[in-house]
């Protein structure tokens, strides 16, 4: 069965140090990975997408298949980081399964 | 231009009563999404629209849920006999597609408090 697992529930990290937010998934079929972000008082928005490849806002996250793992990472946090991040996996049927989510907390 | 908009924002029901939940879309997206967010858990994917297409359904909790979309724009979630375990936020999003390069808008929500 799909499964999207974010292990930490929060997260609190100083003001330039590095920050990783981890994602595991178990899906049997090919999957596509998105980070969804929630700040505060704001709607849910999508982050990145593993299949583009991207930098944004400074996050990037790379999809190891063999360890069923898509972490997303900053190698400087900022203080407008802080928000909620969510992991999902899109099947091939277009269901999106999201995992609970980590609250990053960035320390001036 | 306006994204996604859903009503009411906040509804408080009695147990057993019914309740509709009301989500405007993007105007020119095909693809519209109901998701189910409870305390302390992730987002449940409920249901799916797509074009002219038949919905999935394959993630309403139980035969108490029921969605439609009209005329390919406006999409009414409704839960019948409600129960305490249903009160959640529940999330509409639109797409112009469906597809990973799709990106899904979604709207504030609706908290539902079923006392």
């Known amino acids: 069965a799909q499964r999207v697992t974010q292990p930490e529930k929060l997260l609190s990290v100083f003001k330039g140090a590095p920050v990783e937010l981890k994602c595991n998934y178990s899906y049997s079929g090919s999957p596509e990975l998105f980070w969804y972000v929630q700040y505060s008082r704001q709607r849910l928005q999508l982050l990145l997408r593993?299949?583009s490849r991207e930098s944004i806002k400074g996050f990037t996250a790379d999809l190891n298949k063999g360890e069923t793992s898509f972490h997303l990472k900053k190698p400087f946090a900022q203080e407008e980081d802080s928000a909620m991040y969510y992991c999902?996996?899109?099947?091939?049927?277009?269901?999106?399964?999201f995992g609970t989510g980590t609250s990053l907390t960035v320390i001036p | 231009g306006a994204g996604v908009s859903q009503s009411p924002s906040n509804k408080v029901t009695e147990k057993g009563k019914d309740v509709e939940l009301r989500c405007d879309p993007i105007?020119?997206?095909?693809?519209l999404y109901w998701y189910r967010q409870s305390l302390g858990q992730g987002l449940e994917f409920l249901i799916y629209?797509?074009?002219?297409?038949?919905?999935?359904k394959s993630g309403l909790p139980s035969d108490r849920f029921s969605a439609e979309r009209t005329g390919g724009s406006v999409s009414t979630l409704t839960i019948q006999r409600t129960q305490q375990e249903d009160s959640a936020v529940y999330l509409c999003a639109s797409s112009v597609g469906i597809g990973p390069y799709n990106e899904q808008f979604f709207g504030p929500g609706t908290r539902l408090t079923v006392l």
């Open positions: 629209f797509q074009g002219n297409s038949a919905p999935d």
């Open positions: 105007s020119g997206h095909t693809a």
């Open positions: 999902a996996l899109r099947s091939t049927g277009n269901q999106f399964y």
């Open positions: 593993h299949i």
